[in-house]
């Protein structure tokens, strides 16, 4: 006698169980459909908007977009943002470094300046570097406590708008990436360093070897950040009568009365080099991440022999 048996009943193998189909039905989502609707709509009347808008002098902002002026505003905001992130990456790993040091005395200077730099505010900071002559009227080299000096020379004449932008801008990034390549250090586990010191390698040969190459992974993501928003920052240096883009194009709307049309001027050319910082900052951390991804790959390409034999 035959006995026919119930496909998930005990003794029914997997192979011999029948393929169900699945038919699953999405259930209806309204709201959804109507939200897509309404911001569809909002988006479309607002570019409308904008573009039909005769206050907004499309005109003038197409002609001003390559304008000489703009362009080398560009090129100074350009170069304030690379050089205070190289600044403020190069003081940042300093501090960085201080704060992990087994001495009493780093470790508090360093949180000092972290201390000091992030509780102030940036603004503050640009208006009393700009303003430093009132405090230091010279500069010098030489003999400290009022010794005799070597090399001298007056506040006014070194700190221009750029050199007290630069300033301001890069030690006040330092006090921020400090916290940042800290977090990245801290995310290597110890015993990598432990395992690099068995070798005989230094603390320096440790740290750039073997700790700072694992840590970029984490220091990446929020760098590129930090440099996203410094191109952004930049803008603050027009307190101070830098010749950054801002301060180019309100110098542009002074004389010609054009005010929301060289702003909008200035934010499209914000917008093109944070779209550019964002790209960039995509295949920067594609690059780092590469080698994570790929050690479990390799971990297991390399068992995979060992496998097959015990089989």
């Known amino acids: 006698m035959e006995v026919t048996k119930i496909p998930g009943e005990p003794g029914t193998s997997a192979a011999q169980e029948p393929d169900l189909p699945i038919d699953a039905i999405r259930p209806p989502r309204p709201g959804r459909w109507i939200a897509a609707l309404v911001a569809g709509f909002f988006l479309v009347w607002l570019t409308y908007t904008i573009i039909v808008n005769e206050n907004l002098h499309w005109d ?39 704060q992990l040091s087994g001495s009493a005395v780093l470790r508090g200077a360093s949180a000092l300046y972290t201390w000091f730099f992030r509780g102030t505010p940036l603004l503050v900071q640009l208006i009393f570097w700009f303003n430093i002559g009132l405090v230091f009227p010279t500069f010098g080299i030489g003999v400290p406590f009022d010794g005799p000096k070597l090399f001298e020379w007056q506040a006014n004449e070194l700190i221009t708008p750029f050199t007290a932008a630069l300033l301001g801008l890069g030690i006040n990034e330092g006090a921020y990436m400090a916290e940042i390549v800290r977090a990245g250090i801290r995310s290597v586990d110890p015993g990598q360093r432990e395992a690099a010191e068995s070798l005989g390698m230094s603390h320096r040969q440790v740290l750039r070897r073997v700790v700072l190459p694992q840590a970029m992974r984490v220091i990446v993501p929020p760098t590129g950040n930090q440099f996203i928003s410094m191109l952004k920052t930049t803008s603050m240096v027009s307190v101070i009568a830098g010749a950054e883009l801002l301060t180019v194009s309100q110098r542009i709307y002074l004389g010609n009365f054009e005010v929301i049309a060289m702003l909008i001027v200035a934010s499209i050319w914000y917008m093109v080099l944070t779209t550019i910082a964002s790209v960039g900052q995509h295949f920067l951390e594609k690059r780092f991440e590469r080698g994570h991804h790929a050690l479990p790959t390799r971990i297991r390409r390399n068992l995979r022999p060992f496998g097959r034999g015990n089989a």
């Open 60 to 98: 003038v902002i197409v002609a001003y977009l390559g304008d000489g002026r703009v362009l080398g505003g560009l090129w100074v905001t350009i170069q304030l943002t690379v050089l205070s992130m190289a600044i403020g990456l190069a003081l940042g790993v300093l501090a960085a470094v201080m």
